[in-house]
């Protein structure tokens, strides 16, 4: 059972690290066409990334996306989450299915809906499609992140404000919308990381006008590789390691990720 | 909990900015959508309003059966795969130590991370003639010359197993933490070896997670675009696939809209199966 532990652990690492392994590679390798074994060492296609005004103007294009998109979407999510969460409503299961229902479905579903809805009101490739897009598909995130924080939150720290004469709103100004903020900005991260890496909804709703980075690789590999793309890929994979690295520093990756609280002392 | 309270009207209220959003961009979209998926395709200028079945009748002859069935088939595999290797290996993951279970998690958080659109064209360049995998065995000497193993079917399959797996794992994970470790180890001193009480223990207490991450790899890969257009052949191709090509390539987009109506309704039948299953492990636990 050890042996087979030792292996299996082994295979699924090289399994999942390969592709990081490729594109490291390749994103500094000298020779346009990437070949084996690699020839010389470059950072030329990192410069490009900085330079060249296409690529430029993709990265501006997919952060302010990701970046609106994800504000939006907590904006969806929280009164959504607080208010299901906090009062009696009898609709609210089916108001919550709602809420993850766009997520839950293929995103070619949200992609063609959204397709349909822009041609018929005749608002066609604009990038306000593509975060209105986003922000409906990925509020999920911060829709599922919110309501669990209510959950386990105390209820006794807005029951208490009320008793000593706050009303509603003052509850949640001081007492509700601070605890809950962890939560707005995991899910606001979520939001974030998935829309700077989402192509089938970009593409579809404004691909010919609003060239996001996925789409503008997409459409760079009908043509062939280039390294750029490679070094695209290595700032992606940087930035996401690095903030997950620093979560599991500073915060509790494992109980952020659901882990039961017991176990975890025991394997200390 | 305490006992919650009526809603006033102006907190229904706050909810109109939410639901209102839910209502005009998801619920008005998919309705103009089914709409379409009647509406008459000019082969010159796309499509017009009308009321015709052609797309429907469409979607029930063989050619399109057989697409739909080869999807699913795939997307079934993929599940199959991916739990067999997931499962295990989130098992030894809960239990090992703290510092190589929190590197693993981030080794697992950074492939989830990576774009689909990525993860293509790395195994595209992995399976590739010129500089893949192929060509390190060549270079110690295990091959004599390189070979390409995309597009084919067994590249898409490994593409989609690999966009799946690390959200398999995050589906297993919280569940096998809280597996108790006595269970397990009064099956050991009972005199059951390891392996045997992985079997008989710890695999039938997990079956119902086992089955919820299974259909969820299921609807997952089957909302996957890039894989199946980058590593295989169009008969390899998944609905996702089908619908984005008749959407843009093909712009014959009311068959387009009753192909993903077909999917959204297969999709809600899994994922209403997990619900399901879901709501009866929390009962049992």
New interface residues.
């Given amino acids: 059972m050890r042996a087979l532990r030792a292996v299996l652990v082994t295979l699924v690492v090289v399994f999942l690290l390969a592709p990081l392994v490729v594109i490291a590679v390749g994103s500094v390798n000298e020779n346009r066409y990437l070949n084996f074994p690699p020839e010389g060492f470059s950072l030329s296609w990192y410069a490009q990334l900085f330079t060249d005004s296409g690529w430029q103007r993709s990265i501006r294009y997919s952060v302010t996306i990701a970046a609106i998109s994800a504000a939006l979407a907590v904006l969806i999510a929280t009164p959504f989450a607080y208010v299901l969460r906090t009062y009696r409503i009898r609709l609210a299961p089916l108001l919550y299915t709602l809420g993850i229902l766009p997520f839950m479905l293929p995103p070619i579903i949200s992609a063609l809906g959204m397709q349909v809805f822009w041609l018929s009101t005749g608002h066609v490739g604009r990038i306000e499609n593509v975060i209105i897009a986003h922000a409906i598909f990925f509020s999920t995130l911060p829709l599922v992140t919110i309501s669990l924080a209510m959950e386990t939150m105390d209820q006794a720290l807005p029951e208490a404000a009320r008793t000593l004469g706050a009303d509603q709103r003052t509850t949640f100004r001081t007492i509700t919308l601070p605890l809950l903020i962890p939560s707005m900005v995991t899910g606001y991260a979520a939001a974030f990381v998935l829309s700077l890496n989402e192509y089938i909804i970009s593409f579809l709703v404004a691909g010919f006008t609003v060239e996001t980075l996925p789409v503008k690789i997409v459409n760079g590999l009908r043509y062939g590789f280039t390294p750029t793309i490679a070094a695209v890929a290595v700032v992606f994979i940087v930035i996401a390691a690095t903030t997950f690295t620093l979560f599991a520093i500073f915060g509790n990756l494992m109980r952020f990720l659901g882990a039961d609280p017991a176990i975890l002392e025991k394997n200390r | 909990?305490?006992?919650?309270?009526?809603?006033?009207g102006r907190?229904?209220g706050?909810?109109a900015?939410?639901?209102g959003?839910?209502l005009v961009?998801?619920?008005?979209?998919?309705g103009?959508?089914v709409a379409?998926s009647f509406y008459h395709r000019d082969p010159g200028s796309f499509y017009r309003p009308a009321f015709e079945l052609a797309n429907w009748q469409r979607l029930f002859q063989p050619v399109f059966l057989e697409r739909a069935l080869f999807s699913i088939g795939i997307c079934l595999l993929a599940g199959l795969v991916c739990i067999a290797?997931a499962f295990?290996?989130t098992y030894?993951?809960?239990?090992?130590?703290?510092r190589p279970?929190?590197i693993?998690?981030?080794?697992?958080?950074?492939?989830l991370?990576?774009?689909?659109?990525?993860?293509a064209?790395?195994?595209?360049?992995?399976l590739g003639r010129?500089?893949?995998i192929s060509?390190?065995l060549v270079?110690i000497g295990i091959m004599s010359e390189s070979a390409a193993y995309q597009p084919s079917f067994a590249a898409v399959l490994l593409g989609l197993c690999?966009i799946a797996?690390?959200y398999c794992i995050?589906t297993l994970?919280?569940q096998l933490?809280?597996l108790d470790?006595e269970i397990t180890e009064a099956a050991q001193t009972l005199g059951a070896?390891?392996?045997r009480t992985?079997w008989t223990v710890v695999v039938p207490i997990a079956r119902p997670i086992i089955v919820a991450g299974f259909l969820l790899v299921f609807?997952f890969t089957?909302?996957s675009?890039?894989i199946a257009f980058?590593l295989g052949r169009p008969e390899h191709w998944t609905?996702?696939v089908f619908?984005?090509d008749q959407?843009?390539a093909n712009a014959n987009?009311p068959f387009?809209?009753a192909m993903?109506i077909f999917?959204?309704v297969l999709?809600?039948v899994v994922?209403g199966i997990v619900g399901l299953i879901e709501s009866r492990t929390r009962r049992v636990t």
């Fill in positions: 909990m305490s006992v919650r309270e009526q809603p006033s907190t229904l706050v909810l900015f939410p639901v959003m839910l961009f998801f619920l008005i979209p998919f103009i959508m379409t290797i295990p290996f030894f993951l809960t239990r090992m130590r703290r279970h929190v693993l998690l981030v080794v697992v958080l950074s492939a991370s990576l774009s689909e659109v990525i993860v064209f790395s195994w595209y360049i992995l010129a500089s893949g060509n390190i270079w690999y797996f690390p995050l994970y919280p933490t809280r470790p070896s390891p392996w992985f609807v089957l909302g675009y890039i980058f609905l996702s619908i984005a959407a843009s987009v387009a809209a993903a999917l959204t999709s809600l994922v």
